[in-house]
């Protein structure tokens, strides 16, 4: 089963904007990922952010963790055409497994 | 160097029959995972090795499926009497034992007629 959702599941903007996404997760977790598809095939992962981190950078990238609202937002700034993908965020429970829970995935458009 | 791959790409096949779907991870690798992402949904764990200890196979739906990994490198997941709702992508990803983020493979897309 999903570990949680993410909002908004579709959004639409323009080049030059910032997007932002949110994910959600019922359980805890020992870190929260964020990954990239394009073209329903394989994921690329971009940031992982520990249980006891709030924020991380990476680039035009910055992903926050809320662990007491079991939430995390990622922000990717300055959008690009080249951005337009889905966008899930994955959660691992404990540091005895490396299996991932993904959530449901935003689909992002930055139009041109 | 080489990422993961995946064979077949596509495969489609009668409800009924049985199939194979093949993954290499990267080599040197000892975590190797299957995943199942149908139609605009997110991905749904299947199976994890780790190394040679026993593989969580919590996430398998039922028992017509079923994975092995061989000498710690290759892996094939089977789906045996296959149903029209194992249509899906199946996508395996491999990560080294000490780093977290996982590296996915492009994925066999399954469909059942």
């Known amino acids: 089963s999903q570990q949680g959702e993410e909002d908004p599941q579709a959004l639409s903007i323009q080049e030059g904007e910032n997007a932002t996404m949110n994910c959600s997760y019922k359980?805890?977790?020992?870190?929260l990922q964020w990954y990239r598809q394009n073209s329903g095939r394989g994921l690329v992962h971009l940031i992982l952010i520990r249980s006891n981190e709030r924020e991380k950078h990476s680039g035009r990238l910055r992903v926050t963790l809320d662990t007491s609202k079991k939430s995390s937002s990622l922000l990717i700034t300055a959008s690009r055409a080249a951005d337009t993908a889905s966008y899930f965020c994955a959660t691992r429970g404990s540091s005895n497994t490396g299996k991932l829970i993904f959530g449901q995935g935003t689909t992002l458009q930055v139009k041109p | 160097g080489a990422g993961v791959s995946q064979s077949p790409s596509n495969k489609v096949t009668e409800k009924g029959k049985d199939v194979e779907l093949r993954c290499d991870p990267i080599?040197?690798?000892?975590?190797l995972y299957w995943y199942r992402q149908s139609l605009g949904q997110g991905l749904e764990f299947l199976i994890y090795?780790?190394?040679?200890?026993?593989?969580?196979k919590s996430g398998l739906p039922s028992d017509r499926f079923s994975a092995e990994r061989t000498g710690g490198s290759v892996s094939t997941l089977t789906i045996q009497r296959t149903q029209q709702e194992d249509s899906a992508v199946y996508l395996c990803a491999s990560s080294s034992q000490t780093r977290n983020e996982q590296y996915f493979g492009p994925g066999t897309r399954l469909t059942v007629t």
């Open positions: 090795f780790q190394g040679n200890s026993a593989p969580d």
């Open positions: 359980t805890s977790i020992n870190n």
């Open positions: 080599s040197g690798h000892t975590a």
